[in-house]
């Protein structure tokens, strides 16, 4: 089983600076893709932010030049660094990770964080 604990969201003012985190446990020995996706009310969870084992990111359009995704593998940790927050940017984030449990099998699972909720103001 694993684990995903968000950290980090919470209300800023428009043009401001946000930065969540997301730690990883439990038992697992490898860890693929690791992503931040956005929630808002009556809407569907869509990807924001995506870094895979390679360290290759990629960002949903509007978010480009203004976020950016980290990972620190030997902390289990992603990052989300948002500058310039608008207040589109307003939603349920949700830390989401692929995980390889075993090392016999090749299989992986998908875990989500329980979500971190930002507000932006204008």
């Known amino acids: 089983q694993v684990h995903l604990v968000e950290s980090g969201g919470g209300l800023v003012q428009a043009g401001g600076s946000l930065r969540l985190s997301c730690a990883a446990s439990g038992s697992f020995v490898s860890v693929n893709d690791m992503g931040w996706y956005r929630q808002t009310l009556g809407k569907q969870r869509d990807l924001v932010a995506l870094i895979d084992s390679g360290e290759n990111t990629n960002y949903e359009d509007s978010v480009k030049g203004r976020f950016t995704i980290s990972r620190d593998n030997a902390k289990k940790t992603v990052y989300l660094q948002m500058n310039s927050l608008k207040p589109e940017d307003t939603g349920v984030y949700y830390c989401?990770?692929?995980?390889?449990?075993?090392?016999?099998?090749?299989?992986?699972?998908?875990?989500w964080g329980q979500g971190t909720q930002v507000t932006v103001s204008s």
């Open positions: 989401y990770g692929r995980f390889r449990p075993s090392r016999t099998y090749l299989q992986t699972y998908d875990y």
